[in-house]
C-alpha cells in the first residue's frame, strides 16, 4: 500500500533491508538524508542536462533562454519527486543542501550572464523559492494553479530580473 514519503519511517526501510536502524542513520545521517539519497541519481541527471546538455538548457544557449528553460526543467522535477523532495527538506529547508548549491549557483551564473544586477544571491535564492517543492505543492493542491502558470509566472520573474539592467542602460543614452 504506498502512502507516499511521509509515510515511511526508518523502520520500514531497515526492516526492508534487512539491516538495523543504526546502519541507516550511519549511512544517511537523518530520515532527510535517505529522501536526499533516493533523489541523487535524478538530480544528477538533470545537473547534466542544464551543465553539458544540449540548447535550450545547455552552455551554448543564450543565458535567458537557458534560464527560462531551467525553471520549466526543474518545475517539472519538482512535480515528479514533490513528495520525496519535500521529505528530504525537512532538516535544510529550502533545499540548501549540496543539491540546491549546485542550483543556486547555475541560477546565480545565468541571471549575471543575462544582465540582473544588485544581489544576484537573493536573486537567484528567489526564483528557486518559485520552484520549491513545498511552495509548488501548495500552489497546485490549494491555490488551484496548473503547472503552466508556475511555469509562465518564473519566467515573468525571470525576465524581469534580466531586463532591469537593460531598462537602465537604455535609460541613460
Known amino acids: 500500500m504506498d502512502q507516499g514519503a511521509a ?15 543504526g546502519t ?12 536526499r539519497a533516493l533523489l541523487d541519481a535524478d538530480e544528477q541527471e538533470m545537473q547534466q ?45 529550502g533545499g540548501y543542501g549540496p543539491a540546491g548549491a549546485v542550483l543556486h549557483t547555475h541560477v546565480r551564473l545565468l541571471l549575471a550572464r543575462a544582465g540582473a544586477d544588485g544581489d544576484l544571491d ?22 488551484h ?3 503552466e502558470e508556475l511555469a509562465d509566472g518564473w519566467a515573468e520573474v ?3 530580473l534580466c531586463r532591469r539592467e537593460t531598462v537602465r542602460r537604455s535609460r541613460r543614452r
Open 122 to 143: 537573493i536573486q537567484a535564492d528567489a526564483l528557486l523559492s518559485l520552484v520549491n517543492a513545498g511552495y509548488v505543492r501548495h500552489q497546485l493542491l490549494d491555490r
Open 49 to 93: 542536462a542544464f551543465m553539458f546538455g544540449p540548447p535550450p538548457l545547455g552552455p551554448q544557449a543564450p543565458p535567458l533562454p537557458r534560464l527560462l528553460a531551467f525553471g520549466r526543467l526543474r518545475l517539472d522535477f519538482v512535480r515528479r519527486h514533490s513528495d520525496v523532495l519535500c521529505e528530504a527538506e525537512r532538516d535544510s529547508p
Open 145 to 147: 494553479r496548473t503547472p
Open 24 to 35: 541507516l542513520f550511519r549511512r544517511f545521517g537523518s530520515r532527510a538524508g535517505l529522501m
Open 158 to 160: 525571470a525576465v524581469k
Open 7 to 21: 509515510a515511511v519511517t526508518m523502520d520500514d526501510v531497515a526492516a526492508a533491508a534487512g539491516v538495523g536502524k
